[in-house]
């Protein structure tokens, strides 16, 4: 397989955001541009300003909480190091009009779902 260039990811990156209606993390993605951790903060901002779906936010800690997204591609480097304090999330997601739905039980612990209510990212 050719390996594409720089500019040939850029404009694929382009062609999915502007025609395909991706979000700019969905798009880069698409086009194979590597995944860079800029921390769990980071993270969570940008799961919801390119309004991923649904959002949960795992463990039973009152204070801290692991930030996962299992409706779309997740890193994992975020998989193993996003974890962030509860009430900060609990407040961006509220902010960027995230509803709890409820809790999902799983092998690998207890999660919080969080789901975006505003309008889709293509209206």
């Known amino acids: 397989m050719k390996q594409l260039s720089l500019f ?5 990156a382009a062609i999915a955001e502007f025609h395909g209606g991706a979000s ?11 995944y860079t951790y800029r921390g769990s903060e980071n993270y969570l901002l940008e799961l ?7 959002i ?11 930030i996962r997204t ?3 591609y997740e ?3 975020c998989k193993q190091r996003a974890w962030i ?4 999330g609990i407040q ?6 995230y509803t709890r739905k409820g809790t999902l039980n799983t092998e690998s612990g207890r999660f919080e779902i969080w789901h975006f209510e505003g309008p889709s990212i293509s209206e």
């Open 24 to 34: 700019r993390r969905k798009s880069e993605q698409i086009a194979g541009f590597p």
């Open 75 to 77: 890193p994992e480097i």
């Open 70 to 72: 299992f409706s779309s």
């Open 48 to 54: 919801v300003q390119s309004r991923e779906p649904l």
């Open 92 to 97: 961006a997601l509220s902010e960027y009009k």
């Open 8 to 12: 040939a990811m850029e404009e694929r």
């Open 85 to 88: 304090d509860r009430g900060w």
């Open 56 to 66: 949960h936010l795992g463990g039973e800690n009152p204070h801290i909480c692991k």
